[in-house]
């Protein structure tokens, strides 16, 4: 099967299809009901917040397009493991330790298999089930602008529904069916809110420390090791802040927000360390 069609089957899941469909959910009713409803769509405060909204709503559904599409990252078939001597028999053992017991491949730092996909994945951060895909080396700053952009366009909804239920006469409307939907949508869109800033919040505080999700997990059990022997443990792959930022979402803080700026990513199986700054 070609390789783009074998992509375009991600969309045929049903989480990748409840998110579309939540997504224009929230875009018809924020713009056809609750901006019209509170300052019209034909004013200017409508016509702006309709634009803005808008924008938002569709660099997300963009970003969400390539963390499906994208490929994750898959190790190069004529990936080594750097051994200093083939000799040392030291130096066999660590690199035997280094394979995939499931792939029987070499696999490159920061790589783990997926259960779900069922290959080695760079930099794997996680599988998502709401993409039908890994979230890994080349897909991450896709996810990382989706989850931004998202959790920004669910953030406005909300506050254009508040401005809309306080403005409403809600005295001179008759039956229930039109409270119990205005109820149903403020408990929805905050609850959206609230998973969504949790999902950009974590991701934010991953970026900062150049770790993945898989990463802060091993790291809990590293420091929980170290601390037991007297030692001290830090992630080796977090080199600053800054620096972390732009190993992830590149040197140009133009592009950072960007999903298709990925220039500055190379093979996805060395990364720089702190032993290399120092």
């Not at 078939?77 to 792939?103: G, H, I, Q």
């Not at 790589?111 to 039908?132: A, E, G, S």
């Not at 898989?214 to 001290?232: D, P, V």
Request: net charge positive; charged share 15%; proline share 4%.
């Amino acid at each position: 099967m070609n390789p783009m069609m074998v992509k375009a089957t991600r969309f045929l899941s049903l989480p990748v299809l409840s998110v579309f469909l939540l997504m224009f959910f929230v875009y018809y009713t924020t713009i056809f009901i609750f901006i019209d409803h509170w300052v019209g769509l034909q004013s200017s405060p409508g016509t702006f917040n309709a634009s803005i909204f808008t924008v938002f709503a569709s660099i997300s559904i963009f970003s969400f397009f390539v963390c499906v599409l994208s490929d994750p990252g898959h190790v190069p078939l004529s990936y080594l493991p750097d051994v200093e001597a083939t000799t040392n028999e030291s130096a066999k053992d660590n690199a035997e330790r280094k394979k995939c017991d499931k792939c029987f491949a070499y696999k490159p730092p920061r790589t783990h298999h997926c259960r779900v996909c069922r290959r080695c994945v760079l930099k794997m951060d996680h599988h998502c089930l709401w993409i039908n895909n890994c979230v890994g080396y080349w897909n991450y700053k896709a996810f990382f602008v989706f989850a931004l952009y998202a959790t920004t366009a669910s953030i406005h909804s909300m506050v254009l529904f508040i401005c809309c239920v306080f403005q409403k006469d809600w005295d001179s409307i008759n039956g229930s069916s039109f409270k119990i939907f205005y109820v149903m949508y403020g408990t929805m869109v905050m609850v959206l809110t609230i998973t969504l800033l949790t999902l950009s919040g974590w991701h934010v505080y991953l970026t900062l420390h150049n770790m993945t999700t898989i990463e802060y997990y091993e790291g809990k059990r590293a420091k929980w090791l170290a601390a037991k022997s007297g030692q001290s443990y830090r992630h080796p792959f977090n080199v600053g802040a800054y620096k972390n930022i732009t190993l992830i979402l590149g040197p140009n803080m133009l592009k950072w927000l960007c999903p298709t700026s990925i220039s500055h990513l190379k093979d996805g199986v060395s990364f720089p360390t702190i032993r290399d700054n120092s």
